[in-house]
């Protein structure tokens, strides 16, 4: 049966789930000397290419590990959401049958789209958390420009690794699913 089909949870599937969170959560870390510098669009672009909807999974064990070790402070709440414009962009894009040389450029855009919106993305919370008005939040966005453009930068080369990933992924759950 499809890996998209099947509605019930296993104990491997939440062995997987786990580890790729923690995965995610572990190449944060590694990567954390170059900021704004990182394999998180990666990731979750492979993950949901390959579980769809359940790479909600992993996602949170990745936003939960680094609530844990980082604090559960201000910086910490959008996390809670700020993945979610990327993983339904893949759920989205990823349904359309398009040939591999237009998938792969397609999946870095998008990685790189949402790199370069992350600053966009966080600041409606800033400004909730901080009580910024929308003129301050709009400087705020602004000012993080160089960082986002790293960011983009960063999910853009990332996001060449989509393809080769999800279907490294999808293999192993074939093979998991069929020995």
Aim: proline share 6%; net charge positive; aromatic share 14%.
């Amino acid at each position: 049966m499809p890996l998209s089909t099947r509605s019930r949870l296993c104990t491997g599937d939440l062995v997987i789930y786990s580890v790729l969170g923690s995965v995610m959560f572990a190449s944060k870390i590694a990567m954390a000397a170059l900021p704004n510098i990182h394999l998180l669009a990666l990731f979750i672009a492979s993950c949901t290419l390959t579980y769809r909807a359940k790479a909600l999974i992993p996602l949170y064990v990745y936003v939960m590990l680094d609530g844990l070790f980082g604090g559960f402070s201000f910086w910490w709440f959008p996390y809670l959401y700020i993945w979610l414009p990327l993983w339904l962009a893949f759920m989205l894009f990823g349904k359309l049958r398009l040939p591999t040389a237009l998938r792969a450029p397609l999946y870095m855009a998008l990685c790189g789209l949402h790199g370069l919106s992350f600053g966009t993305l966080y600041a409606p919370a800033q400004a909730l958390m901080f009580g910024l008005g929308f003129k301050a939040m709009l400087a705020w966005i602004i000012a993080g420009l160089p960082f986002d453009i790293i960011h983009a930068i960063s999910g853009l080369a990332s996001g060449a690794l989509v393809l080769p990933l999800s279907s490294l992924l999808q293999k192993l759950e074939k093979r998991r699913h069929n020995p």
